[in-house]
């Protein structure tokens, strides 16, 4: 038990450093790169001052990159805090989700919130909608399902969030014994989110009419 929880938190760790690696790349190789050819171009219309046509072309350039650049970091904003789930909360944060991902083609998404309404303290917000979006992509990853449907619920003040799909499913212990033997490092990011939301965890490996994973987070009571 101890190891478990020990490979836990080295998860959580390794998470956390794996974020802020990607977004300092992002602005490193994106933002960075597009800042130095905007301050060359300034540095060409110095020299060229009384080239007009030369000048007005540079000034066209820079515009162009800087609108680039602000798309680029507005995408880095969005996954570092997504905007939905900053101004309209976690439920319609959660709709969003699903409608992206059902737009995207790939799988049939419903979302299904029986009129939920929760509070979270802004971490635990966060890190549970990044939970629910983590189950999400590993079942589109690797249960091969083509249908999913997510509901919530409200029982003994808890947040319910069913997850039902018709791909391949897995057990509790399949997913221990995973993280154990140091495989799916996605898993143990998923774990490690759950404990920090306080949240029940449970993989159903049952027919296609129950749900496949179901999580259970308690609600908000002013002191979490």
Do not use: W
Not at 40 to 59: A, M, P, V, Y
Not at 63 to 85: G, K, N, Y
Not at 198 to 221: H, M, R
Request: charged share 25%; hydrophobic share 35%; net charge neutral.
């Amino acid at each position: 038990e101890n190891e478990f929880q020990r490979q836990l938190l080295d998860a959580s760790v390794e998470e956390a450093e794996a974020e802020r690696k990607k977004i300092a790349g992002n602005i490193h190789d994106d933002v960075g790169m597009t800042l130095n050819v905007i301050k060359l171009n300034f540095t060409k219309i110095k020299r060229n001052i009384g080239n007009t046509d030369l000048t007005l072309k540079l000034i066209e350039d820079n515009q162009t990159i800087l609108e680039d650049s602000i798309s680029t970091l507005r995408a880095i904003s969005h996954d570092l805090m997504p905007p939905t789930l900053s101004m309209l909360g976690f439920v319609k944060g959660l709709k969003e989700l699903c409608r992206q991902m059902d737009l995207s083609g790939l799988v049939k998404v419903e979302y299904q919130s029986n009129d939920v309404k929760v509070t979270f303290n802004k971490k635990n917000e966060l890190q549970l909608y990044r939970l629910i979006k983590e189950l999400l992509n590993n079942i589109v990853k690797h249960s091969g399902a083509t249908s999913i449907k997510l509901d919530t619920s409200i029982q003994q003040g808890k947040l319910i969030t069913a997850i039902y799909h018709n791909g391949q499913g897995i057990s509790n212990d399949m997913i221990r014994e995973l993280i154990e033997a140091g495989k799916g490092i996605g898993l143990k990011s998923i774990q490690s989110r759950a404990q920090l939301t306080s949240s029940d965890l449970q993989y159903l490996n049952g027919a296609e009419t129950e749900p496949k994973i179901v999580l259970k987070t308690p609600i908000y009571d002013g002191k979490n």
